[in-house]
Each structure stands twice: as structure tokens, then as C-alpha cells.
């Protein structure tokens, strides 16, 4: 078993930063993939970033490309996604996954923290 658990995110203004993060317990850190998805409001769960087992390997959703980066530190069993420029349809609850695959499909992921709720004000 893997447990995620996602930090507070909260309410930020458009063109404002956020950095939200996943601390990571239940089996070696080192082993699993991880993403971050997010959910609007009447909308379907969609992929955000992944970032694969060693790191070097991070790719976003071509809606957040350049703005939103996917890290993680493998001795604090911690990953993060810093969100910049934010726009108003970056609203969402945000979830983090962790999974064997390294993959942007949500299907192929075993493991979710709750999610939190991302809202940035026009």
C-alpha cells in the first residue's frame, strides 16, 4: 500500500504562483511513478505532469506547458507541482497518483491522496 497525502492548496490570484506537494509513505519512494491530475467542476479528471522514478523525465499537459513544472525529492518521499502564471480555468481539485507505470492515464495509476481544491480568481 502507498499513501499520499496532499498538501492545503488554497485560493490565489490569476498570473499568481502556487507550489503544491505530496508527501509520499508505504513503500520505497524510489520505486513508483508519480502525477498529479486535476478535476474541474463538470469536468472529466485530466493529467497534469508525471514524473518518472529517477526524475530526468517530467512531462506537462500541453495546456499547463511552460507554466507548471513537476518535481520530486526522493529523500523527503515528497513530490511537487509549482504552478505559475495561473489562470482563472486552472481551477480544480488536484490530485496526487502514484503508480508501477509511468504514465499520463489515471487508469494506470494504483494510489491517490486526496485531492485539493486549486482556486485562482480572475
Known amino acids: 500500500q502507498v499513501q499520499l497525502v496532499v498538501s492545503w492548496g488554497g485560493l490565489v490570484q490569476a498570473w499568481g504562483s502556487l507550489r503544491i506537494f505530496c508527501s509520499v509513505s508505504g513503500r520505497t519512494f524510489r520505486s513508483i511513478a508519480l502525477g498529479w491530475f486535476r478535476q474541474a467542476r463538470g469536468k472529466e479528471r485530466e493529467f497534469v505532469a508525471v514524473i518518472n522514478r529517477s526524475g530526468d523525465n517530467t512531462p506537462v499537459a500541453d495546456s499547463v506547458k511552460g507554466r507548471f513544472t513537476i518535481s520530486r525529492d526522493n529523500a523527503k518521499k515528497t513530490v511537487y507541482l509549482q504552478m505559475n502564471s495561473l489562470k482563472p480555468e486552472n481551477t480544480a481539485v488536484y490530485y496526487c497518483?502514484?503508480?508501477?507505470?509511468?504514465?499520463?492515464?489515471?487508469?494506470?495509476?494504483?494510489?491517490w491522496g486526496k485531492g485539493t481544491q486549486v482556486t485562482v480568481s480572475s
Open positions: 497518483a502514484a503508480g508501477d507505470q509511468f504514465s499520463g492515464y489515471d487508469s494506470h495509476y494504483d494510489f
